[in-house]
């Protein structure tokens, strides 16, 4: 019994670190479809693996960490160890985030980038209004 409960919570952990599944992401993908829009998740086909692709508004929406992308905010910290190997990948993440938003918005998509300390019910709503309101019915 208690090892099956140790199990529960370590695979609820584990849930919790992958970042196919991050909280924040989690959060604007319900919201968006009780919105009514229809998108993909992690879709490879695109630069980036966007983590929701909107194929009709031509949209792209990262949902990005604070630390793995380096937001200026107070969430990003850089780690006092190894400074330099977390400076090294950290930049590597932000050149890499900034060339798939070029590929993309070469191949005509709009890119929308979230913050994960963004996302609250306000900017929730902001996001599903710019997505319609940029929407010029060309698909
Ligand atoms: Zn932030």
New binding site residues.
């Given amino acids: 019994m208690a090892d099956n409960h140790s199990k529960e919570v370590r695979s609820y952990n584990m849930s919790r670190i992958r970042s196919n599944n991050t909280k924040p992401e989690v959060r604007v993908r319900s919201y968006l479809h009780k919105c009514g829009f229809r998108f993909r998740k992690n879709d490879k086909r695109y630069p980036g693996k966007p983590d929701i692709v909107l194929p009709k508004y031509k949209t792209a929406v990262f949902v990005n960490g604070?630390f793995w992308h380096k937001?200026n905010?107070p969430?990003?910290v850089m780690p006092k160890s190894n400074t330099d190997y977390w400076n090294k990948k950290i930049d590597g993440n932000v050149k890499r985030d900034s060339e798939h938003y070029q590929k993309l918005k070469s191949m005509g998509w709009r890119v929308i980038v979230i913050?994960?300390?963004?996302v609250s019910d306000e900017q929730l709503k902001k996001l599903a209004d710019s997505i319609r309101r940029d929407y010029n019915g060309i698909a």
């Fill in positions: 604070c937001h905010c969430r990003f913050w994960e300390c963004e």
